[in-house]
């Protein structure tokens, strides 16, 4: 079966340190992935997507970027973090070319910046 | 651009009554997909029922059931004897390519 995680689950990090939160996704070749970011009390909002190797879409110009060095492993970053940066981030997996079926969601991660 | 509103921000509902929570999208699209993703206090997203647009029948999961507009793109939920685990947040998500959400009900539930 299908299993993604993602760590860390929780953390904190001052202003204008850099950023490494990490998704793997295991029992599947090929996957889509996402990362979204839920401020407190809001829905998701996406912030990249990923159909392949190296391959990332970004959805707003911000602080952060996205890799995937790795078929099953998708990496959010940042060089120096901003306070508005903190949130909740989710990330998630799809099968490739299967519209049909919604999304697995990681656990995710709360991270505050102080 | 798709968008999808969900136009209660917060729900309440008495153990045992039923609830409906509402959804409305926007797209010019025929063909796509709607979903129901659960957020308990955990943070963990749950996918609650998931509707094809090319079918007209309702989609049900137990207690879980939707009303499918298409033509006036409305995609409510409703939770029949509702339960204290039931409360969380819920979102209405719609997917042509990658998945769209609102922002969000939150449903309490009174003992």
């Known amino acids: 079966s299908q299993t993604i995680h993602q760590w860390p689950a929780t953390l904190v990090q001052p202003v204008g340190s850099p950023l490494s939160l990490e998704c793997t996704v295991e029992g599947t070749s090929n996957p889509n992935l996402y990362w979204y970011r839920q401020a407190a009390g809001r829905g998701l909002q996406l912030l990249f997507y990923?159909?392949?190797?190296?391959?990332i879409s970004s959805e707003v110009p911000q602080n952060l970027s996205a890799s995937r060095p790795q078929d099953r492993q998708f990496i959010l970053s940042s060089k120096k973090l901003l306070l508005s940066d903190s949130g909740f981030y989710l990330c998630a997996w799809s099968y490739w070319q299967v519209v049909g079926v919604g999304y697995t969601f990681g656990s995710g991660t709360r991270l505050t910046v102080v | 651009a798709q968008t999808v509103t969900q136009s209660q921000p917060e729900m309440s509902v008495q153990e045992a009554e039923t609830v409906t929570l509402s959804c409305t999208y926007d797209t010019s699209e025929s063909d796509y997909y709607l979903f129901w993703y659960k957020q308990p206090p955990s943070r963990q997203m749950i996918l609650v029922i998931r509707?094809?647009?090319?079918?007209?029948q309702n989609a049900t999961e137990n207690r879980f059931s939707v009303n499918f507009q298409k033509a006036a793109k409305s995609f409510s939920l409703k939770i029949s004897d509702s339960q204290l685990g039931d409360a969380a947040m819920y979102f209405c998500?719609?997917?042509?390519?990658?998945?769209?959400f609102g922002a969000g009900t939150r449903l309490t539930v009174k003992p």
């Open positions: 998500a719609y997917r042509y390519n990658d998945m769209r």
């Open positions: 509707q094809e647009a090319y079918k007209q």
């Open positions: 990923s159909v392949g190797i190296g391959q």
